[in-house]
């Protein structure tokens, strides 16, 4: 029972990073991001090529990976999104769409289909928490990357002007224009980190499990349950929100059998739909007519 | 006389490429001048400000022909962060502050220009022209009064060190003692500052104090333009806009 | 131009067409209908029959996305309940074709409101979500079902046969999804033109105005979402009858962005633009390979474009819905409208309006 819960907690350290993805985009860019699953296997696939096929030494691996994956979201965000600046939400949504299809493609072309290993910088021992309670060390650096992303997201939007300006143009980009704040910039931003998070996520899971695009995809869409949950804005919110989804389909492959994992998330969403679509912590969005 | 600081030129700002809300307007304003514009609800005086101050790219404003000039550089339809760099800053009518971010934060999400030690100065200089900012800074900008949002807002602004302040409709929704308030501290500012204003204004007898010179706008047009004095003691503008009361 | 505006042109212009112009466009289209099993080959016969089981999938779309202005990710899900429908129903149970049929148009629409009724109530938006949600559930559940029943090569269906008529040609099935096609269009098209038609482009534009008009967001919405449900299923059935396969890994996400590409290629509200989008999409494959077969064989690059042609594929459809939505969100029935406008100088003056 201890050995489930802890598996179900290093799940949800991992849930919390998508679905930190998925809420700042939403928050910050305005965006619902369905390309979310394609970007968090395109930052594990480059993390692999720089560790795994180039065999880089990490510290280059690490940065590289970093600076590929902050110009892939400025470049998404000069490319596309600006351009559909003014464009309905409608129209944003489904051009994340057309980018999870034109990802994949790229993806699958240049890395194949099938399932890899990647090289460890450390051996993947199992580490022994108590008598019979073990996890795996992938697993812990999974929650300690949670907690870091988590600590450093609160403290850099309470704290950094740059945070503090991120928050007002979330709030009213119009405002944030005529106060002299680079809006463009800011969505930048919200990309880089975005991806950023989105590729921790995906390199962590990688690593607990193989890498391939078709789990880090799946895994990445899932990633909206915790998010859902918490109410799709609140960055708060997606703590309890991946605790919960971890807990799902932790319990939900232990009741029903492995295929339970590919749809755990996806009956909580529907759940939530039925009962709290604004979420644990969202704002009421029930349209006023 | 010198040349104007803000020259505008045949202006005509539509929405979504269909109604012109702003009709071919002729504007100056000169530095150091305090300009008021009245009209009614739906006359086009927001619309100008806007259309002088900038549309984002996801709006559906657009400034369809004209020209904007600042000290004599072309700005015309450059969006609204270019124009503050051009040091033309508007305190919109609505939402003139971040309700989620606290007093503080409203101040520091301004892009402050200048050294460190010239950008605390001028901050101490804003604070203490708006003394209730000082007590209020961990407050949430939204749970403010609408005078003191008011004030924000123009706090906000002048960290931008504008040479063009536009406000847009200081007193709307605003107590009388609350318009006092708003209206002395521009007055202040005008006098201690020199600030250039171009303000939007329906209370015209809290304007009346500051104002140098005065148009009136119908329909997206100005339909009576020249000396506050005279433009305010037009027979038209007592009729319609000071009532009986004057 | 605003919704309003939209309305008094809807109404004021259709009187002032000419007769010629008003017949043109169905005439060319039934041109089209009667010539195409003339000229063409039975393997260029059954491709066209693939774009028109499409096509009533993309008109279906149309509805949701083009008139309403919702986002569906769940169009594979609903081809596969269609499809898995005529499975059961024709294969296991052994029901005649046209009963599936119908019986796979209520399914559908049943799914439509049980998946829109409860994210219809919040912002549009969560429709996305909601439909995500179906379209991982379904295939997750229809899997199970394959699995436990037929295994993973999946489930082979019987000739659909109506009264007695085997369609077990291509010339046949190309005779029955070309009616069913044009009448699905025509009713689309109505449609459009309904008071239901003008109320969803109403919310689709300014959604304060039609609430104000006292449209009921949430219930329009549904309608839409249900309506179009219902025929993707419906289509679903027609792909698995014409196959006459039904397998799982046939019905992916992608295949699900495949048809909002074609609705957005085709251009967004446009019935016609839907059914080009749709041969688009589904002929672009067979040009690619047609055109790769042009270069020089002994090229490397030859080589690589036609072993990784599904990547390519979509690659192109991802890239060029983005690209349709940035340059011409009205797609190709848009930029017919201009071409035309160009070219016939007495359209010049209803395009401008």
């Known amino acids: ?289 | 006389m010198n040349e104007p600081l803000l020259q505008v030129r045949g202006l005509t700002v539509s929405y979504g490429g269909g109604s012109v809300a702003v009709d071919q307007v002729d504007l100056d304003v000169h530095d150091g001048e305090v300009c008021l514009v009245l009209g009614a609800n739906g006359a086009g005086k927001t619309s100008l400000l806007r259309g002088i101050g900038g549309f984002a790219a996801s709006e559906r404003g657009r400034v369809r022909s004209g020209k904007v000039l600042i000290g004599g550089a072309d700005v015309t339809g450059r969006p609204p962060r270019t124009m503050v760099g051009h040091g033309v800053v508007l305190v919109p009518e609505e939402n003139k502050v971040f309700r989620t971010l606290t007093v503080g934060e409203n101040l520091r999400a301004a892009p402050m220009t200048g050294d460190r030690g010239s950008r605390r100065e001028l901050l101490d200089e804003v604070v203490s022209l708006f003394p209730f900012i000082r007590e209020r800074m961990d407050l949430p900008a939204g749970q403010l009064s609408g005078g003191e949002r008011q004030l924000l807002g123009i706090a906000r602004a002048l960290l931008l060190k504008p040479r063009l302040l536009m406000v847009d409709e200081a007193s709307l929704g605003l107590s009388p003692i609350a318009v006092r308030k708003v209206f002395d501290s521009l007055h202040s500012l005008v006098a201690a500052k020199g600030m250039t204003l171009l303000i939007v204004e329906q209370n015209v007898r809290a304007a009346r104090a500051i104002a140098d010179r005065a148009h009136v706008m119908v329909s997206g047009t100005f339909a009576l333009s020249g000396p506050a004095r005279e433009v305010l003691e037009s027979e038209q503008v007592r009729r319609t806009y000071l009532g009986l009361e004057v | 131009m605003t919704a309003t505006e939209q309305l008094v042109k809807g109404t004021r212009e259709r009187p002032a067409q000419a007769p010629l112009r008003r017949f043109a466009g169905p005439g060319a289209v039934a041109l089209l209908v009667c010539v195409l099993p003339l000229v063409l080959q039975d393997y260029q016969l059954s491709l066209v029959n693939s774009a028109l089981i499409a096509a009533l999938g993309a008109l279906a779309l149309t509805v949701v996305m083009g008139f309403v202005g919702l986002v569906t990710a769940g169009n594979a899900a609903l081809l596969a309940l269609g499809a898995y429908g005529a499975a059961m129903g024709g294969a296991e149970m052994g029901l005649p074709f046209p009963v599936v049929v119908v019986g796979t148009v209520l399914a559908g629409g049943l799914v439509g409101l049980l998946a829109g009724l409860p994210a219809l109530r919040v912002t549009g938006i969560y429709l996305a979500i909601a439909t995500l949600a179906l379209h991982f559930i379904v295939v997750f559940a229809f899997n199970e079902y394959q699995t436990q029943a037929v295994g993973s090569a999946g489930f082979f269906l019987p000739i659909a046969t109506i009264g007695g008529l085997a369609i077990d040609t291509t010339f046949k099935w190309y005779v029955l999804l070309a009616i069913v096609v044009l009448f699905t269009w025509w009713m689309v098209q109505n449609l459009k033109r309904s008071k239901y038609g003008r109320a969803w482009m109403l919310i689709r534009d300014t959604p304060l105005a039609a609430a104000s008009q006292g449209i009921s967001l949430s219930t329009y919405k549904l309608s839409a979402f249900i309506i179009s449900s219902a025929l993707i299923s419906m289509s679903g059935a027609f792909l698995a009858y014409s196959q006459q396969t039904v397998y799982i890994e046939s019905f992916t996400l992608e295949l699900a962005i495949q048809y909002i590409a074609m609705v957005i290629i085709g251009g967004m509200g446009s019935a016609g633009g839907a059914i080009a989008g749709a041969a688009f999409v589904i002929l672009l494959p067979t040009i690619l390979s047609r055109l790769i077969a042009l270069l020089p064989p002994d090229m490397y690059a030859a080589g690589f474009l036609q072993q990784n042609l599904g990547d390519f594929q979509l690659i192109m459809y991802g890239t060029l819905v983005v690209v349709f939505l940035i340059w011409r969100p009205d797609g190709i029935a848009g930029l017919a409208r201009a071409l035309s406008t160009m070219f016939l100088p007495g359209r010049r003056e209803s395009a401008k309006r």
């Open chain 1, 1 to 289: 029972m201890l050995s489930l819960l802890v598996g179900a907690l290093v799940l949800s350290a991992i849930y919390a990073l998508v679905g930190f993805a998925w809420v700042l985009l939403r928050r910050t860019n305005g965006i619902l991001n369905l390309a979310t699953g394609a970007q968090l296997a395109l930052g594990a696939f480059i993390f692999n090529q720089y560790a795994t096929s180039w065999g880089l030494p990490w510290p280059v691996v690490v940065l590289g990976t970093l600076a590929t994956v902050v110009a892939l979201g400025a470049v998404t965000h000069w490319l596309i999104f600006r351009k559909l600046a003014g464009q309905p939400e409608f129209a944003l949504v489904v051009a994340t769409l057309g980018l999870a299809s034109a990802l994949k493609g790229l993806s699958s072309l240049t890395w194949g289909t099938e399932a890899r290993v990647m090289r460890e910088p450390v051996e993947g021992r199992v580490v022994e928490l108590l008598d019979g309670v073990s996890t795996t060390l992938y697993g812990i650096f999974g929650l300690v990357a949670a907690l870091v992303v988590f600590a450093a997201a609160h403290a850099f939007f309470r704290y950094s002007t740059t945070g503090i300006r991120m928050r007002a143009a979330a709030e009213n980009s119009v405002l944030a224009s005529q106060g002299g704040i680079a809006v463009d910039w800011v969505y930048v931003l919200g990309w880089a980190i975005a991806l950023t998070a989105a590729a921790i996520a995906g390199i962590m899971y990688a690593y607990q499990t193989t890498l391939s695009f078709h789990g880090v995809d799946a895994l990445g869409l899932r990633g909206i349950a915790p998010a859902l949950v918490g109410g799709l804005t609140s960055i708060k919110g997606v703590i309890p929100g991946a605790l919960i989804i971890g807990l799902a389909e932790t319990f939900g492959v232990k009741l029903f059998g492995g295929s339970a994992q590919d749809v755990a998330a996806w009956v909580v969403i529907l759940v939530v739909l039925l009962i709290r679509p604004q979420g644990l912590f969202g704002e009421k969005q029930v349209e006023r007519v």
